[in-house]
């Protein structure tokens, strides 16, 4: 089997995010198991972010593609993922096509005019970004990271998703924390961003360390690290490829999302460290944090939040009872990687499967005709 996951998004090292880094340790277990596996992304910005891949061709006179192994498996990036696909099957000869972020309905075009089976792996919860009505017919099958994200795609689009939770695969993220710090991912407003500095203005005790994660346009990075500067307490931070540096000094992992988060990886992350959450509600952070960390109302006035963390912070058997829990959160069997790859390798050979008895079925119509 080999299968080629393709995300309009960039890839590590250049981008970080949890669509990427889920895409990465279930790429890295794939292939221990024998599945030859391969990633499609957009490059990195530059100097020609602005232009589509034809204009591209025309100015370099060549395929925008760009092949690496930095990641321990062929990462094809272009600066057109949706153009470039045939060139990227004319490379590495897919047995079927995930789609695990970013504008899955362009995304899916090049490989469902092929005939080839499509996983659509949905780890965002925002129709609008799926760049059009999401793909149907028998060669199209879906995958969800959580419960929360299932049900809404089955109301709102009318498809039935295979719950796979992120493969989270521990020995990248596991740290003997120094439990001194609360930590914050990815500040920005979707993430919680303005609560997280309100919350190091009420505790001046507290260090927080602030981390980045998505790639920030520099007036954007510019207004916040103001506001950061502002904080004495507040730390910030750029993000590291290893992750276990991330949550080295962490005591607390604070997520105050104020959208829907699909499911959360940094909590899985930081459970398999021991290290308890205060979230929102939204989403799919219930099920992430589940018994290991303190769920709030995203939209609880200031006070709510500054009395969970007291809580946390201040209140060390309260602490111990959560460190506890985050610990055996994180080994549940429904999040082991083992069992994952395994309904995961098992959903995509099924569907396979079905494809070629369709392929049959046809081919015997026509002969008959």
């Known amino acids: 089997m080999k299968l080629l996951f393709v995300t309009d998004h960039t890839y590590p090292p250049h981008r970080v995010g949890g669509a990427e880094s889920s895409t990465h340790d279930l ?48 990462v094809f990036r272009s600066h057109d993922p949706v153009g470039d696909g045939d060139a990227v099957l004319s490379r590495f000869e897919a047995s079927a096509v995930v789609v695990t972020a970013g504008r899955y309905a362009p995304l899916s075009v090049p490989y469902l005019r092929r005939g080839l089976p499509m996983i659509l792996y949905l780890r965002d919860v925002e129709l609008a970004g799926m760049g059009g009505a999401l793909p149907r017919g028998a060669h199209v099958t879906y995958v969800s990271n959580s419960r929360f994200n299932a049900s809404r795609f089955a109301a709102v689009a009318g498809v039935e998703p295979e719950v796979i939770p992120p493969l989270v695969r521990p020995e990248l993220v596991q740290t003997d924390t120094a439990r001194g710090r609360i930590l914050f991912i990815n500040p920005v407003p979707q993430k919680g961003v303005d609560l997280a500095f309100r919350l190091a203005e009420e505790r001046p005790d507290i260090p927080f360390d602030f981390v980045e994660c998505w790639p920030l346009d520099a007036r954007a990075r510019e207004r916040l690290l103001a506001r950061a500067r502002t904080i004495p307490n507040v730390a910030w ?8 540096r991330i949550y080295a000094n962490a005591r607390i992992l604070l997520a105050p999302s104020m959208w829907e988060e699909s499911w959360g990886r940094v909590v899985t992350e930081a459970h398999c460290s021991g290290i308890p959450v205060l979230a929102s509600d939204r989403g799919g952070l219930p099920e992430s944090v589940g018994p290991g960390g303190i769920l709030v109302r995203h939209d609880a006035p200031l006070a709510h939040w500054r009395e969970a963390l007291s809580r946390m912070w201040d209140d060390q058997s309260a602490y111990a009872a959560l460190v506890a829990a985050a610990e055996r959160h994180s080994m549940r069997a429904a999040i082991q990687p083992a069992m994952l790859v395994d309904k995961f390798v098992a959903v995509v050979t099924a569907h396979i499967a079905r494809c070629q008895r369709q392929r049959l079925a046809v081919g015997d119509q026509v002969l008959a005709g």
């Not at 599945?35 to 034809?54: E, K, N, Q």
């Not at 931070?237 to 276990?244: C, E, G």
């Open 27 to 74: 790429a890295l277990t794939l292939k221990e198991h024998g599945i030859d596996v391969a990633v499609l992304a957009a490059m990195p910005a530059g100097r020609f972010r602005d232009r589509p891949g034809r204009v591209l061709r025309r100015v370099l006179g060549r395929l925008t593609v760009r092949e690496d192994r930095c990641m321990g498996y062929p």
């Open 237 to 244: 931070k750029p993000m590291v490829s290893d992750r276990r």
